[in-house]
């Protein structure tokens, strides 16, 4: 997420860390602009449910309800990233649209989250009911940012149809570590996962062809190792200019 994060910023960003918890990311992002030459104040917002609990001093940290609403106008930032977030928000798909709004043309947003889809979850899916990462949930505020409150298990597909209905582009999966137990049984099924995914593609084309085009990157991505063995999900898409 640094890497990603960084590789979009310079000293005429303006960034919004965007459930930034207790400013771990704020800080090293404020770090960077630094090094270049830059205040950190001058270049990063944040926002967060209790913001009480943001401890960098150098940035403000405006509060948010769950309802998914940015505070800023739009077309104020070239960067939103959220981290870990998204699962915890009863109305993703309202946060893409927002992000959307309040990017400038041109803009990104990152956004990571635990990744259902590879093959660990899914066998644990398969066996439990449950995700990896995802379990009983609580309905008590108390418990809102633990596991028991990952309350939206969606997966890159949901994800990808978000994004392209809120208008962005260039949507691209990245990975951060692989998990070995989710890898290697991937590489031992992965001709009948690929079968299985030819069998996809060819029943939707037959069925729609424009739902076809429209997911021609998605079906493919779905049992593409990345996506069988990262344990999150990062997730990165541009707004039109």
Do not use: W
């Amino acid at each position: 997420m640094y890497k990603l994060i960084t590789s979009n910023v310079s000293l005429g960003s303006r960034v919004l860390d965007f459930g930034a918890g207790i400013g771990s990311m704020s800080q090293q992002i404020g770090n960077y602009i630094e090094s270049l030459g830059g205040r950190p104040g001058d270049h990063i917002d944040a926002c967060e449910i209790t913001p009480e609990v943001f401890k960098y001093a150098e940035v403000e940290c405006k509060k948010i309800s769950t309802d998914s609403v940015i505070p800023f106008n739009d077309e104020t930032f070239d960067l939103i990233y959220a981290i870990e977030v998204i699962e915890h928000t009863p109305r993703p798909y309202d946060f893409l649209s927002e992000a959307y709004k309040k990017l400038k043309p041109g803009g990104t947003l990152i956004f990571s989250t635990p990744n259902i889809l590879h093959f660990q979850s899914r066998l644990k899916f398969l066996l439990t009911g449950f995700p990896e990462m995802y379990g009983p949930l609580s309905s008590q505020d108390k418990n809102a940012g633990r596991i028991c409150g990952h309350i939206m298990p969606l997966s890159y597909n949901n994800f990808h149809y978000g994004l392209r209905k809120a208008g962005f582009s260039e949507i691209e999966f990245h990975i951060d570590r692989r998990k070995k137990g989710a890898l290697g049984p991937a590489l031992v099924l992965y001709p009948l996962l690929a079968l299985m995914n030819y069998k996809t593609r060819r029943d939707l084309k037959r069925y729609d062809v424009e739902v076809y085009e429209e997911n021609r990157e998605v079906v493919p991505r779905i049992n593409s190792l990345d996506v069988l063995s990262s344990r999150s999900a990062i997730i990165v898409a541009k707004k039109h200019k």
